[in-house]
């Protein structure tokens, strides 16, 4: 069965930095792209930045500067290293990927099961 696990969450102050990763495991033929997408209380997940195969990146306007997706294709891992914290980025975080398993060879979306970021002092 294929799965996205995160980690990394947690609290940090205004100002600092955490980084997530999420790791795909699971009989995996290849992964199109890996996404972060995030929702805070009382609003819709958003996505955050988006990594595809050939390494292309892409970013919320919101945090542009200030977060960096990468990933490290040996490991079908993607990361997320979010610096200049602001409160306003508390949010469960979510891993997302469009994976084709080894069977069937069909593109499918995954989540993951989220990790929690708090920007607090």
């Known amino acids: 069965q294929v799965q996205l696990v995160e980690s990394g969450g947690g609290l940090v102050q205004p100002g600092g930095s955490l980084r997530l990763s999420c790791a795909a495991s699971?009989?995996?033929?290849?992964?199109?792209?890996m996404s972060w997408y995030r929702q805070a209380p009382g609003k819709q997940r958003e996505l955050v930045a988006v990594?595809?195969?050939?390494?292309?990146?892409n970013y919320a306007d919101s945090v542009k500067g200030r977060f960096t997706i990468s990933g490290d294709n040996a490991k079908n891992t993607v990361y997320l290293q979010m610096n200049s914290l602001k409160p306003e980025d508390t949010a469960v975080y979510y891993c997302?990927?469009?994976?084709?398993?080894?069977?069937?060879?069909?593109?499918?979306?995954?989540w993951g099961q989220g990790t929690q970021v708090t920007v607090s002092s």
């Open positions: 990594i595809v195969s050939g390494g292309r990146t």
């Open positions: 997302n990927a469009l994976i084709i398993p080894i069977a069937p060879t069909v593109p499918r979306e995954y």
């Open positions: 699971g009989p995996i033929f290849s992964i199109s792209n």
